[in-house]
């Protein structure tokens, strides 16, 4: 998949964000060539594909000693942001090592 990057370089930067963004859309049958990531704060990531608009949202973040656990939602957004409708649900998680030894 190729990315683009709108409004903020440091998404280049982030271990995480990519290999992440693929894996949801993977478990969310969405096949695409390009994937515009247009911004992300610490519990969203905002997306294009395709000309459609997509919210991947991370709630119930807890830790543990190694690692960093969620559950995510990727929701479509009809209307502008008026409503929206969840097309998957799902757990991840990641060894803090992989993101700390990184930065």
């Given at each position: ?93 990641f060894r803090k090592s992989d993101y700390k030894d990184k930065q």
């Amino acid at each position: 998949m190729k990315y683009n990057f709108i409004n903020n370089s440091e998404f280049k930067d982030n271990i995480l964000l990519i290999p992440f963004t693929e894996n949801v859309l993977k478990r969310s049958n969405i096949k695409t060539e390009t994937i515009t990531i247009d911004d992300w704060d610490l519990d969203r990531i905002y997306l294009t594909i395709d000309g459609k608009e997509y919210t991947i949202r991370m709630w119930n973040i807890w830790e543990t000693e190694k690692m960093v656990n969620f559950e995510w939602s990727l929701i479509t957004w009809l209307n502008g942001e008026s409503s929206g409708t969840t097309l998957t649900r799902g757990y991840s998680r990641f060894r803090k090592s992989d993101y700390k030894d990184k930065q």
